[in-house]
């Protein structure tokens, strides 16, 4: 058996889970593999490698990200040697004939669009952290990948544990054939759970009643109750002392309470031995203060020898950059950090510098590190101990508690495998955490992987290219995203199937479909709906009246904002003409700047005159925010004291009063139990409404992918995409299959359109950049180009991309982003050899500068889309620019470390 050959040349014994999955795959099935962070589910990918060799085969190693893809080869090349393993990432491309290749999903889905000679020879693929499929931006590559693989592949499917693998081992059976499900929900390591309250360090449960009864459930450790009732207790004591004699220093109330200081924590862990530690910080700044923190104390956790190993990784990583540019990277107070075993890890930091870390941590020569979630999704850096500040997180829209996937995802970085007995997780106590939600979020393994699938432009020329528009909506309909939508609607049909048993009772109790009083019933819902349609017809006329006399506004009119606590004078700072949500900036006499919307305006805005503004107010600054109230006030306009209300479209609806008339002149309107039977056909009446919404639901449900596939189709076909009757792709169709973006058609219109034609190759990489880039803030989207044709060629691409809207909005499809001029200057400013300072300040937000990691990662993105650029545009000049501006693009820190 090749399992005992495989595991013989191994250092560790398998785990029965691994075992059981090696097995299946050498009986020629699929797996599907659900199983902790660090549990070993890679071991599997590894027999699948072993498998595809041992047969004179090829395997394919996909993971989510680059940095996992360099990682995984250079494990397979110490095992296999570099003649038998290749690496593609997009950025480098390293013996990718050979019989063993790593990659990024995405290249891997390439490929199989474009049908590559590569493929051949191919049994066996493996997927690590699939659940990826859920993500909201990139999910989709996986589930294309699934799908089109040739149905001999083997697909080896490696999954964090998920609550719902059931259902997704269910659909790989349905598209993949046969699929073994293997669940594992042990941890290699066992976790135990901390609060740190002050200095003193608690175990989260009450682990001597768990020995005396091990089916008791997990209860709060009695001392950490205890010790927090005291200091509440106390806490109100010091509420009754005069301001300044309380005892602050004991914390526990918002008024008085202050954190244990970062340096403190991490020496109190060190202290308890349990170091190396991660420390979760829901924000790049924030990381980058703590580590500030860190070194304004005492705090060193390194000896003399272990500097000197980790100055030797420092040069390795950093001796190529530009003398030049350390002091705007900070470079000096990272390595005095590093040198004291203290580091920060986030995407805003240069991939240099945080690849030094990566490798500094894992050797144990840093002990504490600072980070962002991202550090739990991406690159494997487990630690003995992880610590969360907090439980609450932006997440990207508001401020939300963490879930009890996302706590179990952060903690799982805990223990090392080989290395720690156990691992630890520790909650930093502050006010408003209560310890049973902590032992809630503890205790839950809901982890449910949520198909993100959505066919987009790119994927649907392709699918016609390959199979045609009637195969193409057949395969959609085999997605996991339909799969799950389909189970979705059984509880729905169920509803509905219990309602008509219903509705039959209740129309018996009516006399029947065809009794009077049933007709009444009837007639008297006829009327409710009529009036129900006039009051929402009211509320559009309204808000139409609104935006209409919103994009009707100039710049320097004074309104009167009626209600809300924005009431007042307001003086319009920019105007907004959006026909669909006008938004226009407007500064108010209590000195509020932001942006209105029809839905403060139940009567229309009206101009009650005009101030002069100067041509540019900042209205971020307090003081232009003060001065222009202050004129605005002195313009000695008055707001009116109340607006007119607009008459209700039911007073003159003859279709209205026709219904009234019949209702009030029908036989059973003076019936003796009328109202009774009113209550009745009420009911009936609701449960019908409620019950024609759910077959609506169940109709948009099912099928659902396939008609926006549909709508994509009709659209792309006006445009000279694809062929009559979806029978094939145009050229313009050809050049589409192959541009990777998420404005991918806004950029194949651009190509087509020759609107990029005339510009040199660091006007062009501004121009492209607007594809990518997104802003952090909203607002201010950067300027609209450093050079006369660079503003022209935006000019154009922004009404491209209006009219691109317009169209979305007809077909009802998913809008393409507006372009972000964001990054423009500074992306222009790096081709043509300029410091990267001054890149970095024209790339800022607010007057901060971009961090020079954001810097890389959107120059990377911007040298992707025009490789793309290269190999589709139509025009041999653009390709020439295109290709000058990835080499002047890619220099200095944008060069370094580019794996």
Known sequence: ???????????????????????????????????????????????????????????????????????????????????????????????????VVVMTTEVLRN??????????????????????????????????????????????????????????????????????????????????????????????????????????????????????????????????????????????????????????????????????????????????????????????????????????????????LPRADLEVL????????????????????????????????????????FATETLALGINMPARTVVLERLVKYNGETHAELTPGEYTQLTGRAGRRGIDVEGHAVVLWQPGIETTEVAGLASTRTFPLRSSFRPAYNMSINLIDRMGAAESRSLLERSFAQFQADRSVVGIVRTIERNRVVLAELSDQLGGADGEFFEYAQLRERVRARERQLEKQGRTDRRQDAVSSLTALRRGDVIAIPVGRRSGLAVVLETDSDPNDPRPLVLTEDKW???????DFPAPAKSLGSMRLPRHVDHRTARSRRDLASALRSTGIVPPGRYSKRKSPAASDRELATLRRALRSHPCHTAPDREQLSRIGERYNSLARETETLRQKVAATTNSLARTFDRIVALLAEREYIEEEGHGITENGQRLSRIY?????????????????GLGPAELAGVVSTMVYESRQDGDTGDRGPTGPSRHALTRTLQVWSELRADEVRHKLPLTREPD???????????????????????????????????????RQVIDLLDQVQSTAPDREVRAAATKAVHAIRRGVVAIDAA
């Open 111 to 320: 490929m199989l669009y474009a049908d590559s000679p590569v493929l051949r020879g191919l049994s066996h693929v493996v997927m690590d952290e699939v659940h990826y499929l859920a993500d909201r931006f990139r999910g989709a590559v996986w589930e294309e990948v699934i799908l089109h693989l040739p149905e001999e592949v083997r697909l080896v499917s490696l999954s964090a544990t998920v609550s719902n693998a059931e259902e997704f081992g269910a659909w790989m059976e349905t598209v993949r054939g046969d699929t073994e499900i293997i669940v594992d929900e042990v941890r290699p390591v066992p976790l135990w759970q901390h609060i740190m309250v002050g200095r003193r360090l608690f175990d989260l449960f009450d682990h001597d009643a768990q020995v005396a009864d091990s089916n008791a459930k997990l209860i709060v450790d009695r001392e950490l109750v205890r010790h927090l009732k005291q200091r509440q207790a106390l806490d109100r004591a010091d509420s009754w002392q005069p301001r300044g004699r309380g005892r602050g220093d004991r914390g526990g109330s918002s008024s008085n309470f202050r954190p244990l200081a970062r340096p403190e924590v991490i020496a109190r862990l060190d202290e308890e031995g349990l170091l190396p530690a991660i420390t979760f910080i829901f924000s790049r700044a924030g990381c980058d203060a703590a580590v500030a923190q860190c070194l304004r104390s005492r705090l060193r956790l390194t000896t003399e020898e272990q500097v000197e190993a980790i100055t030797a990784i420092i040069d390795k990583h950093t001796g190529e």
């Open 1 to 99: 058996m090749e399992l005992e050959t495989f595991a013989a040349q191994l250092s560790f014994p398998l785990d029965p889970f691994q075992k059981e999955a090696c097995r299946a795959l050498e009986a020629g099935h699929g797996v599907l593999v659900c199983a902790p962070t660090g549990a070993g589910k890679t071991v599997i990918g590894e027999f699948a490698v072993h498998l595809a060799l041992t047969s004179g085969r090829k395997c394919f190693y996909t993971t989510p990200i680059k940095a996992l893809s360099n990682q995984k080869y250079a494990d397979l090349v110490d095992r296999y040697g570099k003649s038998s393993v290749g690496l593609l990432t997009g950025d480098l491309s390293i013996n990718p004939e050979a019989p």
């Open 741 to 757: 973006s998420e404005s991918d058609l806004l950029v194949a219109e651009c190509l087509r359109g020759g609107l990029w034609k």
């Open 593 to 599: 700047a932001g942006r209105i919307s029809a839905a």
């Open 330 to 369: 900070g470079y000096w107070e990272w390595r005095e950090a590093l040198e004291r075993g203290i580091a920060a890890h986030h995407a805003g930091m240069l991939p240099a510098f945080r690849h030094t870390v990566e490798e500094l941590f894992v050797n144990g020569l840093v002990r504490a590190v």
């Open 821 to 859: 001029f964001g990054f423009v200057s500074a992306i222009y400013k790096w081709a043509r050899g300029e410091p990267l300072v001054d890149a970095l300040l024209a790339a800022g937000d607010r007057g901060q500068a971009l961090s020079a990691g954001d810097f890389v990662r959107w120059c």
